[in-house]
């Protein structure tokens, strides 16, 4: 990374392209790997011993409140940028998307380099995050020079992300941390609308989507389900089926057909990679149970909402 590599390394959401926040080069090398437009800002991670104040312009109260109660952990904080965070970084905004991850490994990097890093998921733009080393190499292999491979992701889904610079504070993206979780801390925060959004990574384009088409369907309908299944298959398609609820868990079993657990925490641990493992069986649609938006079904289905959009 000192000579402007790209590293992949771990994080409890999901992995992450690393490359040194204060060389453009590598950054440049992190848009180039991944074909993400240009225009999409990259989230900077942070540890212990990088200085904020070098990233960071002002912090608000409320954005000190929630780095108190969820660093490090899966809340990525949107606020006013120093001079030094290029616009290359930043999307050309005015604002920088900061986090410290939870995860020895990639706070062992950061504090090794002793600089901050930027992170975007490590896959191809567009694709399902990456929830393991080997799903890098899937995406970009030939294009980063180290894999840090610690083992499955923990949360599965990427982290949320807070635009702290107005009041109340506002959701760009759904995630680790839940709605619920940040008024505990701060009180009011609302969602952000369509053009606020764009502060945000991973909002203004299709994300998160496999090869094969998704199509997202109710909870527990098992007789929709069993038409819409019927349907692609008349049609000579190749179809598998993510599904949860006793209902649907009954319809039938095989490769094609997986059943994930029905706890929302476990459920979003394993989609991204279940996605991934049915693209790779050369399906041309993928069918997925939607689930409860309480706690991280909301970010679940916002993923899942984003992946079928066509």
């Known amino acids: 990374m000192r000579r402007g590599g790209l590293v992949a390394f771990p994080t409890e959401t999901v992995y992450g392209l690393g490359a040194d926040v204060l060389n453009l080069n590598a950054v440049k090398k992190v848009f180039e790997a991944k074909g993400r437009p240009a225009d999409n800002p990259l989230i900077v991670h942070v540890a212990p011993l990088i200085k904020l104040d070098e990233i960071i ?4 109260a409320k954005g000190q409140l929630l780095i108190e109660s969820f660093w490090p952990g899966p809340l990525t904080l949107v606020v006013k940028k120093t001079i030094l965070i290029s616009d290359l970084v930043s999307g050309d905004l ?3 998307a900061v986090r410290m991850p939870k995860n020895d ?3 062992a990097l950061i504090n090794t380099l002793g600089e901050a890093i930027v992170g975007p998921s490590a896959n191809l733009s567009g694709r399902p ?4 080393a080997h799903h890098v190499y899937d995406d970009l292999r030939g ?3 180290l894999i840090l491979d610690a083992g499955p992701t923990e949360i599965g889904l990427e982290s949320t992300v807070v635009d702290v610079t107005i009041d109340p504070p506002l959701i760009l993206r759904r995630g680790g941390v839940t709605q619920e979780s940040l008024e505990r801390v701060i009180g009011t925060v609302e969602i952000g609308t369509r053009e606020q959004l764009r502060r945000s990574p991973g ?3 299709r994300h998160y989507a496999p090869r094969a088409r998704v199509v997202l369907l109710p909870i527990g309908r098992a007789e929709e389900f069993a038409r819409e299944l019927q349907a692609h ?3 000579r398609e190749k179809v598998a089926c993510i599904v949860h609820s006793p209902p649907l868990t009954a319809l039938e079993s095989g490769e094609l057909f997986r059943v994930l657990p029905s706890s929302l925490t476990m459920f979003a641990r394993y989609l991204f990679r279940t996605l991934r493992e049915l693209d790779a069986l050369g399906v041309d649609v993928i069918l997925v149970e939607g689930v409860s938006e309480e706690g991280i079904g909301a970010a679940v289905m916002d993923r899942l909402r984003k992946a079928a959009q066509s």
């Not at 312009?57 to 608000?60: G, I, K, N």
């Not at 995050?129 to 393991?132: M, N, V």
Request: proline share 9%; aromatic share 4%; hydrophobic share 25%.
């Open 143 to 145: 294009k980063v020079d």
């Open 233 to 235: 298959r008349q049609r």
């Open 129 to 132: 995050s990456p929830t393991t």
């Open 94 to 96: 005015d604002t920088v």
């Open 57 to 60: 312009d002002e912090m608000p």
């Open 203 to 205: 909002t203004r384009y």
């Open 105 to 107: 490994v990639a706070l």
